[in-house]
């Protein structure tokens, strides 16, 4: 079996179909069997204005992230698309409408942009639409069916991917689209191709799960319903809010409540009342409407009350970037509350990661009795990967409670009670003789005001200690190391989506004779000291690339360790680029490209 290996953006103007292309893209793809990473980038602007791009990495093998070039360009509007040629690698193929070119303006035509080495496929892209589907709105899929042509990809599952996305629409809509894609499809496999662009033979492999396509949001929401989530409130906010639009569709089907309350603040305090309540409890948010929680989540510290908070991150402070990547949220999440509030926050580094960290979630929230925090990113939220996922059932506990024991006659129960690993049997309105009093206020064993500095530092410690189990928590990755074993040159630590970028340039670095190793951090709180301190006793220098201005996540590492670490803090409103990564490793080494 010959590897592939080859990465497709489609560029476009909203309005033109490029994410709808990429999406029927990469299923027909993953129904072929091929590993997929995709990810779309999309303007804040209404329809018919800013850029739109659909990357997709197309692989035999495991892959961790997209690469800097491209194999093929395609262009569905050339204004977006021509300051993108120089993204595509030599000997790749540049796809565009060849017809227009007296009707542009000087410089206007990619055909004029095409740069040596590269191969343009220009095609009559409108002219075959209108004759195929009687108008240009069928460009999207026309152009597709010309990329299925030309690289030699079997057009029934591109058809079956058409007939379902369309179903809804009417027999007449799935016709017109198919017919598109089929007289796109003529022209592609008509046309002169070279290997270079071509994938190899492929046999799909043997799979011990079900194998299915998702983004991160929805392998959240996939996490949420296996772990069984029972209640969940939220506000719209980008790029969570297709957490909550997923489970709006599927909480229903299973007698379970969503609510979209009228903001952030009463998303989170609905939230912590259902927990309190019993429920298994979620709120997903972004940067600003975290802000707006801050203060309700060290209610949920202080009263120990069990509830999930999914954070997708964005671009600035304020209102920022809405549709741009950045990792500048860790600070917010760590630290964003009031008082001394540490809670569980965890990081998942790719897509299957977010279903994992989604279901282990509500079982720690229940297990520490304490909020928990998942962090993502909007290049992860919105990244597809073809993930497997079990066919035997949910791989989640779902009932964490610490069970409540019986309680001598006349004995009061101690929703607080200190215990030697700082949990407190919990019990719920409704639990028999367990009649007891929460507010926001520091208390004693039984929850009663008391602000004795004997028990605000007996329950200080209570409320951290009991977190240090988290370090622990079965069946749960806290920290992983990748690459060389033993004592090393360069180390790379790296947190959340960043880390598929930072293994990719590992093994590069790997295959030019460099001794490195990386390791992913998956639990920044509470922080994993033993463990990464381990893995520094290892490295020469250790790396640590985080997509933020101020290096959050260094500073947590030199605040903790006291040791020295490499800084490589970006913020290009993008994934970190693996070159820059791979850069930095030669020259910690004193490799010389």
Same mark, same amino acid.
């Given at each position: 079996?010959?590897?592939?290996?080859?990465?497709? %953006?489609?560029?476009?103007?909203?309005?033109?179909?490029?994410?709808?292309?990429?999406?029927?893209?990469?299923?027909?793809?993953?129904?072929?069997?091929?590993?997929?990473?995709?990810?779309?980038?999309?303007?804040?602007?209404?329809?018919?204005?800013?850029?739109?791009?659909?990357?997709?990495?197309?692989?035999?093998?495991?892959?961790?992230?997209?690469?800097?070039?491209?194999?093929?360009?395609? +262009?569905?509007?050339?204004?977006?698309?021509?300051?993108?040629?120089?993204?595509?690698?030599?000997?790749?193929?540049?796809?565009?409408?060849?017809?227009?070119?007296?009707?542009?303006?000087?410089?206007?035509?990619?055909?004029?942009?095409?740069?040596?080495?590269?191969?343009?496929?220009?095609?009559?892209?409108?002219?075959?639409?209108?004759?195929?589907?009687?108008?240009?709105?069928?460009?999207?899929?026309?152009?597709?069916?010309?990329?299925?042509?030309?690289?030699?990809?079997?057009?029934? +599952?591109?058809?079956?991917?058409?007939?379902?996305?369309?179903?809804?629409?009417?027999?007449?809509?799935?016709?017109?689209?198919?017919?598109?894609?089929?007289?796109?499809?003529?022209?592609?496999?008509?046309?002169?191709?070279?290997?270079?662009?071509?994938?190899?033979?492929?046999?799909?492999?043997?799979?011990?799960?079900?194998?299915?396509?998702?983004?991160?949001?929805?392998?959240?929401?996939?996490?949420?319903?296996?772990?069984?989530?029972?209640?969940?409130?939220?506000?719209?906010?980008?790029?969570?809010?297709?957490?909550?639009?997923?489970? %709006?569709?599927?909480?229903?089907?299973?007698?379970?409540?969503?609510?979209?309350?009228?903001?952030?603040?009463?998303?989170?305090?609905?939230?912590?009342?259902?927990?309190?309540?019993?429920?298994?409890?979620?709120?997903?948010?972004?940067?600003?409407?975290?802000?707006?929680? %801050?203060?309700?989540?060290?209610?949920?510290?202080?009263?120990?009350?069990?509830?999930?908070?999914?954070?997708?991150?964005?671009?600035?402070?304020?209102?920022?970037?809405?549709?741009?990547?950045?990792?500048?949220?860790?600070?917010?999440?760590?630290?964003?509350?009031?008082?001394?509030?540490?809670?569980?926050?965890?990081?998942?580094?790719?897509?299957?990661?977010?279903?994992?960290?989604?279901?282990?979630?509500?079982?720690?929230?229940?297990?520490?009795?304490?909020?928990?925090?998942?962090?993502?990113?909007?290049?992860?939220?919105?990244?597809?990967?073809?993930?497997?996922?079990?066919?035997?059932?949910?791989?989640?506990?779902?009932?964490?409670?610490?069970?409540?024991?019986?309680?001598?006659?006349?004995?009061?129960?101690?929703?607080?009670?200190?215990?030697?690993?700082?949990?407190?049997?919990?019990?719920?309105?409704?639990?028999?003789?367990?009649?007891?009093?929460?507010?926001?206020?520091?208390?004693?064993?039984?929850?009663?005001?008391?602000?004795?500095?004997?028990?605000?530092?007996?329950?200080?410690?209570?409320?951290?200690?009991?977190?240090?189990?988290?370090?622990?928590?079965?069946?749960?990755?806290?920290?992983?190391?990748?690459?060389?074993?033993?004592?090393?040159?360069?180390?790379?630590?790296?947190?959340?989506?960043?880390?598929?970028?930072?293994?990719?340039?590992?093994?590069?670095?790997?295959?030019?004779?460099?001794?490195?190793?990386?390791?992913?951090?998956?639990?920044?709180?509470?922080?994993?000291?033993?463990?990464?301190?381990?893995?520094?006793?290892?490295?020469?220098?250790?790396?640590?690339?985080?997509?933020?201005?101020?290096?959050?996540?260094?500073?947590?590492?030199?605040?903790?360790?006291?040791?020295?670490?490499?800084?490589?803090?970006?913020?290009?409103?993008?994934?970190?680029?693996?070159?820059?990564?791979?850069?930095?490793?030669?020259?910690?080494?004193?490799?010389?490209?």
């Amino acid at each position: 079996m010959n590897a592939t290996d080859i990465q497709i %953006a489609i560029c476009g103007s909203a309005g033109d179909g490029t994410i709808a292309a990429g999406d029927i893209l990469r299923n027909a793809v993953a129904a072929a069997g091929y590993r997929v990473i995709c990810f779309d980038v999309y303007p804040p602007e209404i329809r018919g204005f800013g850029k739109c791009i659909s990357r997709l990495r197309i692989t035999t093998e495991q892959s961790y992230s997209l690469k800097r070039q491209s194999d093929v360009l395609v +262009s569905l509007d050339d204004s977006h698309a021509i300051p993108h040629a120089g993204e595509v690698r030599d000997n790749g193929a540049v796809i565009f409408e060849s017809q227009s070119i007296a009707q542009c303006g000087e410089g206007e035509h990619m055909s004029g942009h095409v740069l040596p080495g590269q191969i343009p496929y220009g095609f009559p892209l409108r002219e075959l639409a209108q004759k195929a589907t009687g108008g240009a709105r069928s460009r999207n899929l026309v152009v597709l069916g010309y990329i299925a042509g030309l690289l030699g990809l079997a057009p029934t +599952s591109f058809q079956r991917i058409i007939e379902k996305k369309f179903a809804k629409q009417g027999p007449a809509v799935v016709s017109r689209n198919q017919a598109g894609f089929q007289a796109g499809f003529d022209a592609g496999a008509g046309t002169f191709k070279l290997d270079d662009v071509a994938f190899g033979p492929f046999e799909k492999p043997a799979s011990a799960g079900k194998v299915i396509m998702l983004s991160g949001n929805a392998a959240v929401v996939q996490g949420c319903l296996d772990a069984e989530l029972d209640t969940f409130f939220g506000y719209p906010i980008t790029p969570a809010t297709t957490i909550m639009e997923r489970l %709006a569709s599927e909480l229903p089907k299973r007698g379970r409540r969503l609510l979209q309350t009228e903001c952030e603040i009463s998303a989170i305090a609905a939230t912590i009342g259902a927990g309190f309540a019993g429920s298994r409890t979620a709120t997903a948010t972004s940067g600003p409407g975290l802000a707006l929680m %801050a203060e309700m989540l060290g209610l949920a510290t202080i009263t120990e009350t069990p509830c999930v908070v999914f954070v997708s991150q964005r671009g600035g402070p304020s209102t920022g970037m809405p549709t741009k990547t950045e990792q500048s949220d860790l600070n917010a999440a760590l630290y964003g509350s009031p008082g001394d509030a540490q809670r569980i926050v965890i990081a998942p580094t790719n897509v299957e990661g977010c279903y994992r960290c989604a279901g282990k979630a509500f079982e720690m929230a229940e297990r520490y009795q304490t909020p928990v925090i998942v962090l993502l990113d909007l290049y992860l939220s919105n990244r597809y990967e073809t993930v497997t996922l079990s066919e035997s059932g949910s791989p989640f506990v779902l009932d964490a409670n610490k069970p409540l024991r019986r309680l001598e006659p006349g004995e009061a129960y101690q929703r607080y009670a200190l215990t030697p690993d700082g949990i407190s049997p919990r019990a719920v309105p409704g639990d028999a003789n367990c009649m007891h009093v929460i507010t926001g206020l520091e208390h004693n064993e039984l929850g009663r005001p008391n602000d004795s500095a004997e028990m605000h530092t007996a329950m200080s410690r209570k409320r951290h200690d009991k977190l240090l189990g988290a370090l622990a928590h079965p069946d749960f990755t806290v920290t992983k190391r990748f690459g060389d074993t033993g004592k090393v040159k360069v180390g790379i630590l790296a947190w959340g989506s960043t880390f598929g970028e930072c293994l990719e340039a590992m093994f590069m670095a790997q295959a030019e004779g460099i001794r490195c190793a990386a390791m992913k951090v998956v639990m920044l709180s509470p922080f994993p000291e033993k463990a990464i301190s381990a893995f520094m006793d290892d490295c020469d220098a250790v790396l640590v690339p985080e997509v933020n201005y101020e290096g959050q996540f260094a500073q947590l590492v030199q605040g903790v360790l006291a040791r020295p670490v490499v800084r490589l803090s970006r913020v290009p409103s993008s994934p970190m680029p693996v070159e820059l990564i791979l850069g930095e490793i030669r020259r910690l080494s004193g490799v010389n490209a």
